[in-house]
């Protein structure tokens, strides 16, 4: 026989798994995880477009970086992008500088 502390549990516990199950995740968390170095086109407010080696412009979304890891660059600035890819996009985790 089940606890009366499990019985009432269970029905919370059933619940939060649907809702996992049937709301989406953080749409980044699905897509490929991509890592690639290049140079800042421009900035303007939460997108980056940074041109690779091979001269692709890439569009960067930056709202999952925090704003000190990329308000200090200017264009054609080297960075490495750090995150997944999304659609049409990167939705960048992390940029580094590779300025010395």
Same mark, same amino acid.
């Given at each position: ?10 029905? /919370?516990?059933? +619940?939060? @798994? ?10 980044? =968390?699905? !897509?490929?995880? *991509? ?21 692709? /412009?890439?569009? +960067?979304? @930056? ?10 660059? =200017?264009? !054609?600035?080297? *960075? ?21």
């Amino acid at each position: 026989m089940r606890s009366p502390a499990l019985r009432r549990l269970l029905p /919370a516990i059933a +619940v939060a @798994l649907v809702l996992s199950i049937a709301i989406p995740g953080h749409v980044p =968390a699905e !897509g490929a995880g *991509v890592r690639f170095p290049g140079r800042v086109s421009w900035i303007a407010g939460g997108t980056m477009v940074v041109t690779t080696d091979d001269g692709v /412009a890439v569009r +960067v979304d @930056l709202t999952e970086v925090p704003q000190d890891e990329y308000q200090r660059l =200017a264009p !054609g600035d080297r *960075v490495l992008v750090i995150g997944v890819l999304d659609r049409n996009r990167i939705v960048a985790i992390t940029i580094r500088s590779l300025e010395p």
